[in-house]
């Protein structure tokens, strides 16, 4: 399951309302479901007939399955010749049903037969209604713990079952499941027709997929395997992309596991209502259509990429997660980790222009970031009721698993690395392992200790600080021996030993408050890539506090994270750090340079660097126009602009903005230059941000007001790589009539991207009347349940509308609460981390303890920790940065005039 990108985190976790379920009772194992719903798409309700083939494991006259919000009807449970009538009890606050029976059951085969009844609920989870403006559409969404609101079930993911799937639907509707269409016959009744589905393979029940309404479709294959793009009929024209891009990753998916795709078909649904990114159910993928829906000859690279790598990550499920499963949630950075890793293969191979391997720098750093409070988890947590389930669905699960992956991947190399995969897929074919399973079948095929590397990255939490110092040792020259020949003696000149480097590499635990962190001796096995600039690269195992690299010759500088692969921060010595300064445009990688700059700026944040360090760090690489480079400097820059400032130092950092990064805009234009790469269509957003939201640049904001209102107008006439930005600076500074015009644009929006470009751009105007009309507008109904706390949240992290936008919260908190779905009560919850006051850390606990969100918990202690840590720094952050502007005063006005 792939989570939306928030501008707080990917906090996408799903939110059970009932908190006290629990794992199931020894007692039963599953075998077969044949199951048949009748959905009523206008009365929001649907009717189920579940047949239940189980192996009873253990005599008995009760067992128990996992059941929400469902009336039974009837149940009788078949053993043998024996049919008995049983009689149910739910318990609601386990999720469950206990079945009871007069006479027990022996081991061995049973058939349990239920008729009930359902809800199809507007939370967006289970068996759910999704709505356009046009018709009702029945969708489904059962990760982690939901397919017991469709049909009872064993409903955890261990017990893997076969699946015979019956829909009934109305007339003219069509529906999508895991199969393919076995039989499409009329009735039961007029109006109706029953479409059968073929039997699944074996899956766990939260793959099971269902949807049901006027889908259209556009068809391909690869490798033979029929491929198709659904979606309501008018997104029919927007499929290309995606399904062009889905045949591509199938083939290349196909050659890196060794064994073909297994499901024999693969559908690709968006759906008008969905909360995740999308959902890998087995052979039937859903999606939110903004993901999957682009015009293919108006979109930005950025789009084009997203739904590439959202569909490279839900396939690559289609073997790890569906075909070989977790045995239990505490494991699921097995399924999340290796699809957010594994995404980016075929990317960086099909489409190297998208540098997705820088990504997954950026991606690493925002688990490090995450990684480095107190309030984090291990990447293995333990995990039994839904709550705990949905809290591990988060960047620590997706992008920390996978940045160890990517190390470990680089320290035996891509090709062992892939054959241990390989390895451990067949011999866990259609069933359920541990992370011990895989790790030893990595060990196995490497011949290195990756059992022992692993645990210590997964199973405890946060991450190393790496500290390096380098030494040159030239030895004095020795005396050589006397050298006797015959009765004649000589003496040969002073031998002098050939220099080395020593390179003393120390770990300690990285905290981003380190004051208020507790004492630690933790110890990782790490695995060191190092790079210098007189001995060869290699790699070593640093498993001890600290230990002495020798390095062949005096080496001029010392990078200890070759290729950017470490899952660590590192801190150079003051010299050392000023070498390679020195030397990081000729000598680091892109990816090596932009791992640089975050370690600095999260040195920064910690205590450990200065702001004048990370500042000349930015000034001395202001020649580097690679897109990635740029976006690297964003965090801070604009943590500076909304924290940090102080009235007198606005200007003048303000005016710095404008001369670093002006002279880079001026020379790449406004206007895309006829065969322009994505690289620099990039990149001029990357500027437009910088300039027109950071350093206030008036001829920045001029020309992206223009370029907006051009935009409203006629989307398709603006680059839409620049899009979001100029809509952005535009809103920022932009009154009530251009608000309107925002809202008025939005509905005349033909695609998702063009509709979400103007809707996102809300949150930045800055007017407290027209931030309470934003927030007003997303409890509305012309906003989607999917849709609401995102655009809540956006208003909540902007530093300008914090005051407003809470207070607002607070006082029509009945009217957010309503908007909840599975996740966005703990995406609301999370968005206050950006608030930067005592006495707003104060009252965003007071209120959330009084107004319980389910799930948040975590997310509450974060929020606190990430304000206090705001707070503490802010003081030390604004005197470094007024003595830096100090300095600088004459060198900025130079560079802006």
């Known amino acids: 399951m792939l989570l939306l990108k928030k501008s707080v ?151 893997k079952a076969t699946f015979d799937i019956t829909l009934i639907a109305n007339a003219g509707d069509t529906a999508i499941s895991n199969s393919v269409i076995a039989s499409d016959t009329p009735g039961p009744e007029e109006g109706k027709h029953t479409i059968k589905f073929a039997t699944t393979p074996k899956m766990s029940t939260y793959l099971v997929a269902m949807a049901v309404g006027d889908f259209e479709c556009v068809e391909g294959s690869a490798d033979n395997i029929p491929i198709r793009v659904c979606g309501t009929p008018d997104k029919k024209p927007l499929s290309a992309a995606a399904l062009r891009y889905a045949t ?33 159910n087995t052979a039937a993928i859903f999606y939110r259509e903004s993901l999957l829906f682009i015009d293919d000859k108006n979109s930005s690279v950025d789009s084009h990429q997203a739904v590439f790598e959202v569909l490279a990550h839900e396939m690559a499920h289609q073997w790890f997660g569906d075909l070989v499963t977790m045995k239990w949630w505490d494991n ?147 005396k050589a021996p006397v050298m006797r020949k015959g009765k004649r003696s000589r003496r040969r000149g002073p031998i002098k030993p050939n220099p080395t480097t020593q390179v003393t590499v120390s770990q300690q635990r990285f905290w981003a408050n380190p004051a208020a962190a507790p004492k630690n001796e933790q110890i990782w096995m790490a695995p060191l890539c190092v790079k210098s600039g007189a001995a060869k690269p290699f790699c070593q195992i640093l498993s001890q506090k600290e230990q002495t690299l020798p390095l062949a010759g005096c080496s001029p500088w010392v990078f200890v994270n070759g290729s950017a692969a470490g899952y660590y921060r590192t801190q150079y010595d003051k010299a050392d750090l000023q070498k390679l300064i020195a030397v990081a445009d000729t000598e680091l990688t892109t990816a090596e340079r932009i791992s640089l700059l975050r370690d600095q700026a999260a040195l920064v944040g910690s205590g450990q660097q200065s702001m004048a360090t990370y500042l000349d760090l930015i000034s001395a690489m202001n020649g580097d126009a690679q897109h990635e480079i740029v976006a690297s400097y964003l965090p801070t820059l604009d943590y500076v602009n909304s924290y940090v400032l102080t009235g007198a130092d606005t200007e003048p950092f303000r005016t710095w903005v404008r001369s670093n990064f002006g002279p880079m805009m001026a020379k790449i234009g406004w206007t895309p230059a006829a065969n322009e790469s994505a690289e620099v269509h990039t990149l001029r957003g990357n500027l437009i941000h910088i300039l027109g939201m950071i350093g206030e640049d008036p001829e920045t904001i001029r020309q992206a007001t223009s370029l907006a209102q051009q935009y409203l107008k006629d989307p398709n006439s603006v680059d839409p790589s620049i899009a979001k930005d100029v809509l952005g600076v535009a809103a920022r500074s932009g009154n009530q009539e251009l608000f309107q015009q925002y809202v008025n644009a939005m509905g005349r929006m033909r695609s998702p991207e063009q509709f979400y470009n103007v809707g996102g751009a809300l949150a930045e105007f800055r007017d407290p009347k027209i931030v309470e009309k934003v927030m007003e507008l997303a409890v509305s109904d012309e906003v989607r349940n999917q849709d609401a706390a995102g655009l809540i949240s956006r208003v909540l992290i902007n530093s300008d509308n914090q005051k407003t936008a809470w207070e607002w919260v607070k006082a029509h908190w009945p009217a957010v609460e309503k908007k909840i779905t599975m996740s966005s009560g703990g995406e609301i919850v999370g968005s206050t981390r950006k608030f930067c006051s005592a006495e707003l850390n104060d009252d965003v606990q007071q209120f959330f303890s009084e107004h319980k969100v389910p799930s948040a918990e975590r997310a509450l202690k974060q929020s606190r920790e990430d304000i206090e840590g705001c707070v503490k720094r802010r003081p030390r952050l604004q005197t470094e940065l007024e003595q830096w502007l100090q300095q600088h005063a004459g060198a900025n006005r130079a560079g802006g005039e």
């Open 332 to 478: 699921v950075w097995l399924n999340e980790g290796f699809a957010t890793w594994m995404a980016l293969k075929p990317s960086q191979a099909l489409h190297p222009e998208w540098n997705a391997v820088l990504d997954a720098v950026q991606a690493t750093d925002t688990a490090l970031t995450l990684d480095a409070l107190v309030n984090t988890h291990p990447i293995r947590a333990k995990a039994e009721t839904p709550e705990e389930i949905n809290e591990l669905f988060d960047p620590i699960s997706y992008e920390k698993a996978a940045a160890v992956l990517r190390m470990v991947e680089a320290y035996v190399s891509p090709d062992v690395f892939r054959r241990g995969v390989n390895v451990y897929l067949r011999r866990f074919l259609y069933g359920n392992a541990t992370a011990e399973d895989f790790w030893s079948a990595l060990s196995a095929a490497s011949g290195r200790p990756v059992d022992k590397i692993m645990p210590t990255f997964v199973d405890q939490a946060g991450e190393p600080l790496l500290t390096v110092k380098s030494a040159c040792l030239n030895p004095p020259a020795q």
């Open 248 to 280: 591509e990753i199938l083939k290349f998916y196909n050659q890196y596991y060794g064994i073909p795709y297994p499901f024999g078909k693969l559908d690709i649904l968006g759906v008008p209502d969905f909360e995740a990114g999308a959902m890998e």
């Open 9 to 159: 985190w990917m906090i996408f976790i799903f939110l059970p309302l009932l908190a006290g379920a629990q794992r199931l009772p020894y007692g039963l194992s599953a075998k077969h479901y044949a199951l048949s719903f009748t959905p009523d798409l206008q009365k929001a309700v649907f009717s189920g007939d579940e047949t239940l083939d189980v192996e009873v494991n253990k005599a008995g006259n009760e067992f128990t399955l996992n059941s929400a919000e469902l009336e039974f009807q009837e149940a009788t449970i078949i053993q043998e010749t024996k049919t008995q009538v049983a009689k149910w009890s739910f318990a609601p606050e386990k999720e469950q049903v206990t079945l009871t029976v007069a006479d027990p059951l022996e081991p061995g085969p049973a058939t349990i037969h239920i008729k009930y009844t359902g809800i199809l609920n507007d939370k967006l989870r289970g068996f759910y209604l999704a709505r356009t403006k046009a018709r009702n559409y029945a969708t489904t969404q059962f990760e982690n713990t939901d397919a017991r609101r469709a049909f009872p079930s064993l409903d955890e993911p261990a017990y």
